[in-house]
């Protein structure tokens, strides 16, 4: 049973554009909610996070918009670059581990 | 600080044959966790060492794969004998002990890429 429902599984945007990636959850007891970026050959990396009491957090070209009530949250990347183009993983901390959601692969086109 | 590094980045076995995956972790990294991204599905959780200890091995998909963390340093994986569903990719991450809480010190490796013909 997938525990994190993510959306769309590709994304194509112009740059400049804003690319945005959707992500649901069931589980109200998950208590943390990163986003990882990956690249070819390497691994995720944290790119941003969130915690379930904050409703907004942005950091640079990167937001995560939190809606607690709907149990859904959601990356927003402003100004979106080709250097951006890579996976995207929304996650959802539940104990020691973490829930995955099943990847948006960005291409942002020159 | 170096990474976490995993070796072979790429693996291609036959069924029914066995493979090692390893996993050198942060040095300090009490934690260390094992994953699995199966071709376009999400990235699932395999288990969890606390030093040399399993802390929680509830992903583990069955008796063939064992995982060891021998003297709390680098970590493997062996699945033994391997099957076709088994394909994917591995990856292995560490955090210090009281850092997961925040995924900031939560370092992923590059991952292994099995594929199981």
């Known amino acids: 049973q997938q525990q994190v429902k993510q959306s769309p599984q590709s994304l194509i945007v112009q740059k400049g554009g804003i690319s945005i990636i959707n992500c649901a959850y069931e589980n109200t007891a998950f208590d943390y909610f990163p986003w990882y970026q990956q690249f070819p050959g390497k691994g995720p990396a944290l790119l941003i996070a969130?915690?379930?009491?904050?409703s907004e957090k942005k950091e640079g070209r990167f937001t995560i918009s939190f809606n607690k009530s709907a149990k859904q949250f959601s990356l927003h990347i402003m100004d979106s670059q080709p250097g951006d183009s890579a996976t995207y993983f929304c996650?959802?901390?539940?104990?020691?581990?973490?829930?995955f959601g099943t990847g948006t692969s960005l291409t942002v086109i020159p | 600080e170096a990474g976490v590094t995993q070796f072979p980045s790429h693996s291609v076995i036959e069924k029914g044959q066995t493979v090692t995956l390893r996993c050198d972790p942060i040095?300090?990294?009490?934690?260390l966790y094992w994953y699995r991204r199966v071709m376009g599905k999400e990235i699932k959780f395999l288990l969890h060492f606390v030093k040399e200890s399993k802390q929680d091995e509830s992903g583990m998909p069955n008796n063939r794969f064992l995982a060891e963390r021998t003297g709390g340093t680098y970590s493997t994986l062996k699945v033994q004998p391997a099957e076709l569903e088994d394909s994917g990719v591995y990856f292995c991450?560490?955090?210090?002990?009281?850092?997961?809480?925040?995924?900031?010190?939560?370092?992923f490796g590059s991952g292994t890429r099995l594929t199981v013909v």
């Open positions: 991450a560490s955090s210090r002990s009281g850092t997961v809480i925040t995924g900031r010190g939560y370092t």
């Open positions: 969130i915690r379930p009491d904050v």
């Open positions: 996650a959802a901390k539940g104990g020691n581990q973490f829930y």
């Open positions: 040095s300090g990294h009490d934690n």
